[in-house]
């Protein structure tokens, strides 16, 4: 079962950059279409943005700021976060683009400020 540990959270003001990072465990992680997703207080869990064999997808209000990329030989992805709205507010984890999914991990919060 692959692991997944996501990083690079934190607090910033509305306008501001965070570039998230998630590690994963094995291999088999470089193999998969990978993705991030988001969860605000009191809401599901929504798709954020995937990556597969290069191509990427990301839902409509987070594109032209975010940008997914991933390192094959480090089995790791990111997403780079910039023009941060308040309404991006949640905690964000990395996982498989389709089911069945990995464990989830522990996310990384995300705050953005008014």
């Known amino acids: 079962q692959v692991q997944l540990v996501e990083s690079g959270g934190g607090l910033v003001q509305a306008g501001g950059s965070l570039r998230l990072s998630c590690a994963a465990s094995?291999?088999?992680?470089?193999?998969?279409?990978v993705g991030w997703f988001r969860q605000a207080p009191g809401k599901q869990r929504e798709f954020v943005a995937s990556i597969t064999s290069g191509i990427t997808d990301y839902r409509d209000s987070v594109k032209g700021r975010f940008t997914i990329s991933r390192d094959n030989a480090k089995n790791a992805v990111y997403l780079q976060m910039n023009s941060l709205k308040p309404e991006d507010t949640a905690v964000y984890y990395c996982n498989k683009r389709w089911e069945p999914r990995w464990s989830w991990g522990q996310g990384t919060q995300v705050t953005v400020s008014s």
């Open positions: 094995e291999y088999s992680f470089s193999l998969n279409s």
